[in-house]
């Protein structure tokens, strides 16, 4: 197993990449991380089920995250996370040409990739999304989201707390706690980076019947941050996913109790498109 660092300048910032590429490489994978995190926390559990199958994986750390430039919890544009997204794919193409190529993204990471897909129509072997942020599972308070439509036009890079509950990424305890010590984890969030995301999630849910390439979909029943009906809404709409659902499940699904299930419902899924 071999694993190499790069980066690239966009938007005015270094973004930082990861490739890990088995001996004999089936296929690549771009990994795409949720909010106020990084790529780094999908080393333990999710990456060794990739490469398991062959698949190169590159990850990153997105504008304003982890190891990478920018303002912490901004972003220019939501145009802007679809270009960085762009340009770890072209690095992904020249990594492994001629692969089957996937899209693999969590939370926003999720929210990305199915409008990555739905925007772009590039020809992919196939999407992963998890957890993916169509739709919060909670209203925001009134005020707040007030506020933050007024600083979208006068200060759309101030940054607010969350209001994220570390408790609802995973039913363990010990996932719980790793979060909360984990010192990249940023908790707040600036209107730029709020509202567009968002919004986009509405934008793909109302044109999910133009996804035009294979997608799985997962999500827990008990996802205390996004909301699992929305998920359930868009494979609705789509003509060619399959869904799976984790009763009981929280947020961060490889974290959480029922992460075995999960990760070999993947395997599954992958073997059968490889």
């Given at each position: 197993m071999?694993?190499s660092?790069?980066?690239?300048h966009l ?9 890990v ?8 994978v771009?990994?795409v991380?949720?909010?106020?995190e ?9 990456i060794p ?7 190169g994986v ?6 304003g995250h982890?190891k ?13 996370l679809l270009?960085i997204?762009?340009?770890v ?10 692969k089957?190529?996937?899209l693999y993204?969590?939370s926003m990471?999720?929210n990305?990739?199915?409008?990555y897909?739905?925007r772009r129509k ?8 998890t957890?993916?942020y169509?739709?919060?599972?909670f209203k925001p308070p009134?005020w707040?989201?007030?506020l933050?439509?007024m600083?979208l036009k006068v200060?759309?890079?101030v940054?607010l707390?969350s ?8 039913r363990n305890p010990?996932?719980?706690?790793k979060y909360q010590n984990d010192s ?8 730029m ?17 133009t ?5 799985l979909?997962?999500?827990?029943t008990r996802d ?6 929305a998920?359930i ?5 789509a003509?060619n996913?399959?869904l799976?659902?984790?009763e009981?499940?929280y947020?961060e699904?490889h974290?959480?109790?029922?992460k075995?299930?999960?990760?070999e419902?993947?395997?599954k899924?992958?073997k059968?498109?490889?």
């Amino acid at each position: 197993m071999q694993e190499s660092k790069f980066s690239f300048h966009l938007y005015g910032s270094e973004i930082f990449g990861c490739h890990v590429e088995p001996k004999v490489v089936t296929g690549v994978v771009v990994l795409v991380h949720g909010f106020g995190e990084h790529s780094g926390r999908y080393k333990a559990a999710v990456i060794p089920i990739l490469t398991d199958l062959g698949l190169g994986v590159v990850t990153y750390d997105n504008i304003g995250h982890g190891k990478s430039g920018g303002k912490r919890g901004h972003c220019p544009s939501y145009e802007a996370l679809l270009d960085i997204l762009a340009t770890v794919i072209d690095k992904a193409k020249e990594l492994h040409p001629k692969k089957p190529l996937f899209l693999y993204g969590h939370s926003m990471g999720g929210n990305l990739v199915l409008n990555y897909a739905l925007r772009r129509k590039e020809d992919f072997a196939g999407i992963i999304a998890t957890s993916p942020y169509l739709r919060l599972a909670f209203k925001p308070p009134k005020w707040k989201m007030f506020l933050g439509k007024m600083l979208l036009k006068v200060l759309p890079s101030v940054t607010l707390p969350s209001g994220l509950d570390a408790n609802g990424i995973s039913r363990n305890p010990e996932e719980v706690t790793k979060y909360q010590n984990d010192s990249m984890i940023y908790d707040a969030v600036s209107p730029m980076y709020s509202f567009p995301v968002m919004d986009a999630g509405e934008w793909a849910l109302a044109n999910a019947h133009t996804l035009n390439c294979e997608a799985l979909l997962l999500h827990g029943t008990r996802d205390q941050i996004i909301d699992h009906t929305a998920t359930i809404e868009f494979h609705q709409k789509a003509s060619n996913t399959t869904l799976k659902l984790y009763e009981g499940g929280y947020h961060e699904l490889h974290h959480d109790l029922c992460k075995e299930a999960m990760l070999e419902d993947i395997h599954k899924w992958l073997k059968e498109r490889i």
